[in-house]
């Protein structure tokens, strides 16, 4: 079963995020996890056809965001929240867990996404592994996928 | 509900002799709701003969845009109501947050592309940007919605009584999608679309030459039957006939579209093409039992 069909800019944005390899995540207004892409899954080691939406608790379970202290961030503090809210573009860098276990450090970029009809339904985010050479392994698609 | 096709052409007008058949006029499409009201869909050159067809005592006439590129507004300088200090038009279309519908519209109509402004036209003729929710006009329940194509454009969904018609002229869902196995929520133009009795739909492109096309905006005939049998349409109309494609062209796109509908499942009969001054009965059927629509050119 399916819910009732999204917005276009949003459609738009999964069909974008399909065609790059750059990590990336969309999100629903309510924080809902909707889709990413096979450059965020080669990242969190799992495709998002194994995974499929995920609501913000248990997305945030699975993959953090953590601080350096191991701490989980409070949603507030998050590119995406701050996205959202402010209806602009945030920035930040922190940490994330693969399905693997293994934390990386990423900086994420995330924009709100406005569409004609009504305020922002959804927001894109953008991420990079820090280290260059994972950065460069993802974004190139050399990033074993876990299956 | 009864609809007729007054221009079924895309992108530019393609009069000559190699083209009779199918008509060489851009989008219009004339329905008639059962209340006995007219809705023009789009604003092609087809509109001008059209409007000579109009009774001229004809109270209200709507308009009804799916966006403003010229093969969709260029008829509207020449349409014969606006010309008439009787007439009372309303003109529907898509919002933008750079100008209103009459701004935009009157970068046609103003100088230098038209000796006449928007202002001077003798009828009595509003704007209105397409609401977010469903309207009323006559019998009919109208639903605007934007779906993919270059710039701001919508598809229409128009049901009136237990019939329901959808107009999407330009549209390329299948754009960096997997029509087939993507999920129906992730479909652009799904919910106009979704069990309609009616589907008129872009199909510009055969499979061959789309590569050439990928992102202007429009549909192969692969996407467009993959479109059509995922809302589940019980008939389909391939509409905005590529200027280039001679009436045997599409005689042979016709043909290929009704092969490859039939390897999709269905029953071949259900799949038609627009041609100038065709004319369509369109009745309810149940969604159990998908059958074509009356056709009567």
């Known amino acids: 079963m399916s819910g009732p069909q999204k917005p276009l800019e949003l459609i738009l944005a999964r069909n974008l995020l399909t065609s790059v390899t750059t990590p990336a995540f969309l999100v629903a207004r309510d924080g809902t996890l909707l889709f990413y892409n096979e450059g965020a899954g080669a990242l969190i080691g799992r495709p998002f056809e194994d995974i499929g939406q995920l609501d913000i608790d248990e997305w945030t379970s699975r993959f953090g965001p953590f601080d350096d202290d191991d701490e989980p961030l409070p949603f507030d503090r998050l590119p995406l929240t701050r996205a959202l809210r402010e209806g602009r573009p945030a920035h930040d860098e922190f940490m994330v867990r693969s399905a693997d276990g293994i934390k990386h450090r990423i900086a994420a970029s995330a924009m709100p996404i406005v569409g004609t009809a009504s305020g922002a339904s959804g927001a894109m985010v953008i991420f990079w592994p820090v280290d260059e050479n994972q950065a460069r392994e993802v974004t190139t698609g050399r990033h074993e996928v876990a299956s | ?297």
């Open chain 2, 1 to 297: 509900m009864k609809v007729r096709v007054w221009g079924a052409r895309g992108s530019v007008p393609a009069p000559g002799p190699e083209m009779n058949r199918y008509g060489g006029n851009t989008s219009c499409v004339e329905l008639t709701l059962s209340s006995g009201e007219t809705l023009i869909l789009d604003a092609g050159t087809g509109i001008r003969t059209l409007g000579f067809s109009l009774p001229p005592d004809l109270e209200r006439i709507n308009i009804l845009l799916t966006h403003l590129h010229l093969d969709h507004i260029q008829g509207l300088m020449f349409f014969p109501p606006c010309f008439r200090a009787e007439s009372n038009i309303r003109i529907f279309g898509p919002s933008s947050p750079e100008a209103s519908l009459e701004a935009r519209i009157a970068r046609y109509i103003s100088a230098p592309l038209s000796p006449v402004e928007v202002r001077e036209l003798p009828c009595d003729v509003s704007f209105h940007d397409a609401p977010a929710t469903e309207w009323q006009i006559g019998a009919a329940t109208i639903r605007a919605e934007a779906i993919t194509h270059r710039g701001p454009t919508l598809g229409y969904r128009i049901t009136d009584g237990d019939t329901c018609l959808c107009y999407i002229p330009d549209h390329e869902p299948g754009l960096g999608a997997d029509l087939e196995n993507l999920n129906e929520e992730w479909i652009s133009g799904y919910n106009l679309a979704r069990d309609a009795d009616l589907l008129i739909h872009d199909c510009q492109y055969t499979d061959e030459e789309y590569p050439g096309h990928e992102g202007w905006g429009h549909s192969p005939i692969t996407a467009t039957l993959t479109f059509a049998s995922r809302v589940g349409a019980k008939r389909t109309l391939l509409f905005h006939h590529d200027p280039l494609h001679t009436d045997s062209f599409l005689d042979d796109l016709h043909r290929s579209a009704r092969r490859c509908w039939e390897d999709l499942g269905g029953n071949p009969e259900q799949i038609g093409i627009a041609a100038e001054r065709a004319e369509l009965t369109v009745e309810g059927q149940p969604s159990a039992a998908p059958a074509q629509a009356r056709i009567a050119v």
